[in-house]
């Protein structure tokens, strides 16, 4: 066989083989797409290089246009033999980049829009290169020419496209605009970022919870690293929040994600500090939990709170965590009844179920990581979970009056956040029947003071949040709810 004949041999086997890799990739993505959860390290083991292999592909699709441009003048035309060979490489380097991606998404407990695109553009990427490569191999053919200097400006289009969305789930969704000058900035339409807030000298915030963040949190959440793109390092970094949004919600520390986070079990999801670290004490805890019931302000006065925990309580001596052992054969047979529709629900809604424990058959909504995009409708479709789920969070969500029957039926709740939403005392009525209920958070909501009959008959209640509604502070407190109503 002639030496062109098996180049082109080889080549032929080498295009074949590339798309019936992409076509094995793409059944991957359909058929099993990125659902949340942690599973199988293996393939979290593999898609970790997912990164590293990633720029590979792209340096080598940036390359071809520069090869063909520069192939015009006669003296450098030779740069183009070597155009078929690149878009060779890249094309395959670009599958096997994609499936690395699979992998992680899978299997590292990543889901939401921001995944799923990123995910597709990669693959979609492959394809338009694969094509580049067929048709630079047939660049003679009529309109062939035409068709690759489309495609191959698509595939540069996506490769920008493709990184962006890499880029934002690696930084943060503002990782190019956050630290953009301000000039440019403006030149595009974009405000300027608010500088950094500044805590008094002197401050409750600068005395009492700063020492804990400073003792508990910054290193990972401080100058030199920071996961989430949280910092907590100081008053102004706090503030600005991370990667997922804001973390302290001022006036309203029950729907605030860092008091959530820090008041979990160690081995509940989201448990807050990781890395087999101590749980912040109670004390503490309960001082976050006060300055961000008084506005979270950086300026409040030491002496503006009272009754706040003993001071030396920051620097209390370590309790040892025990996490306990997890029968999987026992927690299995508990879910048997509801794992399907668990799964189900989790495909449809990525990231706002989970199980409250490792060992636990109990469930824990958070739909307000969805917004506006959660209504009353969405609410209903967990009505088959209903009695399993103890802790709900359906704040700044779309809910309504209308969503109040799907409420009631979890009969099981602990906690329930409603803050921001548009329920009123119609919903506060039918939640009467709930008396497993400890928290109940209606800020800024549309509840009155005539709900507080009801409230003060949950038997279990401890906390009700009812700040920026149309309860006032000089309302007349029913004996039920002293010290239980928090505005």
Sequence with gaps: MKARDLGGFVQSRAVRFTLAAIVFVLALIVCFPPHGRERFQFLQFIGRFHPLAVHFPIALILLVPVLELAGKRETLSYLRLSSRFVLGIASISATAAAFLGWCLARSGSYSGPLVTQHMWSGITLAVVCWLCWVLRNHIDQANAGKYYAGFLSAAVL??????????????????????????????????????????????????????IFAERCVSCHGPSRQKSNLRLDSYGWLMRGGKHGTVVLAGNAGASDLVRRITLSPDQEGFMPKEKKQPVPAEQVK????????????????????????????????????????????????????????????S??????????????????????LGHKFGDEELRAFLPLAERITVADFSRTAITDRGAPALAAMKRLRVLKLAETKITDATVKELGRLDQLESLNVYGTLVTAAALPVVEKLP????????????????????GLSGKLVL
Aim: aromatic share 8%.
């Design 158 to 211: 996506l490769v920008a496209f493709t990184g962006y969305r890499g880029g934002q789930l690696s930084e943060g969704e503002e990782h190019l605009t956050e630290y953009m000058p301000s000039a440019l900035r403006h030149a595009i339409g974009l405000e300027d970022n608010p500088p950094l807030a500044v805590a008094a000298a002197g401050s409750f915030y600068a005395v009492r919870v700063q020492p």
């Design 460 to 479: 279990k209640l401890e906390h009700f949040y009812a700040g920026q509604t149309a309860i006032r502070s000089d309302v007349a407190v029913p004996q």
């Design 348 to 369: 449809r809604f990525p990231d706002i179920l989970n199980y409250e424990s490792r060992g636990s058959a109990d469930l824990i909504l958070n739909a307000s990581l």
């Design 287 to 346: 001082l976050i939990e006060l300055w961000i019931g008084a506005g979270a302000s950086g300026t409040l006065p030491l002496e503006a709170i009272k009754d706040v925990p003993a001071a030396g309580s920051v620097a209390a001596a370590p309790v040892e965590v025990t996490v306990p052992q997890v029968d999987y054969a026992t927690v299995a047979k508990a879910r048997e009844g509801i794992s399907t529709a668990v799964a189900q629900l989790q």
